[in-house]
């Protein structure tokens, strides 16, 4: 039988699409999005794999039923558990990158404060009419405060949707500690805690299907990309593929269009090879970058430079030449756009979000131009003081500078820029900071 919390989710949602229904314009979107997402899920390989994922969750409350770990009383927990934490499960895991990623999406499901927390609340639900107005309210706070968070504009206003919020959550842990004493004496414990055991077991439960589902949807893609590069590759190759990947998410999520040329293999011994090669190479790259990641920490803070000139302490390095790089190209495209002139006022629209550069939300990146806005340069100081700047003087110039002050000249105008067209330099934009990976 629903709780009250339960009751007013499913009130909420039987209102929210009769709502999307009755209002032409909404149903003139909500309509055509109903049919493609059912055309993408009512396929035979899409239900295949649903059914199977039924079967075998119930498979695991039969065995349970079994030794006596589960009853009929926990069908609504159970198909909540299903459909609630299985099925986005079940999506997740086709993304993950190896079993250990799989095991740390079930466990941030089922064993994080957060998840205890919920359960907690759970316990008591609110009278039906406060769980009504309850749960838009903290929906509305919730996607207000993840969308003022995104920039440093909206963070300034985060307050107004995260205080309410967290009284809302102190309120509810109050009502639900009250309630919880008052009716000490009618909880039934055992069932309470068969939930929450519940809510634990089955989704680790799911973790084989999960994984095998994972490691299928990895080989078809890698399986269709090889006989996309090489149509004429015989199924004993195929095979020889599929063995080598030893049933391993992570291996068939390294096998990326860099090793393409495994699909050149024309025998089942050959194909191991090729795929134990791969293997080797991947181990290869993860110690260099291994190496990498330990010289940026071992040289964070030290003065000086290498044998090549560059610098020893490399934080920040390569997002920032990678951020510079960017707007070089933006400058360029809107050159003709902006009758022949450059740009000094869109660096936050350009490089946003700083962090795809590995950058922090202050990235600190200033771009000028001189007063006929005929010439550019951008420049950032990293975290050890030391500055990266590009610039040019135009469309298809490009000049780099790297100097322990920021650069008082203009591209093409001083020896402290050089000319990337023509020669190398300076060295800290010679070195290679990329990832290994």
Known sequence: MLNN?????????????????????????????????????????????????????ALWVWLAWIIGAWDLGLLKDTIITLFGVGFPLLFSSIRAKSGVEIIGHIRRETLTLSTLFLFYLNLESLPLWGELIAQPVIVVLSAMTAFAQRDAKGRRVVGCFSIPLFLIGIGMIVWTTLQTVNNWDKINWPELLGQLALSVWLPFAMFPYLYVV???????????????????????????????LRGSVRWTKELTGRYNHVAQARTFRGALAEVRDFREDVHRRHRREADRLANLEGFAGQVGVDGTGAQLDRREFDGTKRALDFIHT????????????????????????????????????????????????????????????????????????????????????????????????????ERNDESRL
């Open 330 to 429: 933006a400058q360029a495209l809107r050159y003709e756009r902006l009758g022949g002139t450059f740009w000094d006022d869109l660096t936050d629209m350009v490089i946003s979000p700083a962090s795809k550069w590995g950058l922090p939300d202050e990235h600190g990146i200033v771009v000028e131009t001189t007063g006929d806005k005929k010439k550019w340069r951008a420049w950032r100081r990293l975290p050890s003081g030391w500055v990266l700047g590009i610039g040019a003087t135009g469309r298809f110039g490009e000049y780099r500078y790297a100097g322990a002050e920021p650069p008082t000249t203009w591209p093409g105008s001083s020896d402290e820029w050089v000319d990337a067209t023509v020669a190398l330099g300076p060295p800290d934009w």
């Open 5 to 57: 919390r339960e009751l007013a989710s499913v009130i909420l949602i039987g209102l929210l699409i009769l709502i999307g229904l009755a209002l032409p314009k909404w149903r003139e979107i909500l309509l055509p999005a109903f049919r493609t997402v059912a055309g993408a899920f009512f396929q035979w390989v899409i239900l295949r794999i649903f059914g199977l994922f039924v079967v075998w969750v």
């Open 214 to 244: 994972a490691f299928y949807a990895a080989t078809e893609s890698i399986l269709k990309r090889l006989l996309w590069m090489n149509k004429d590759m015989p199924l004993r190759a195929r095979l020889g593929v599929l063995v080598g």
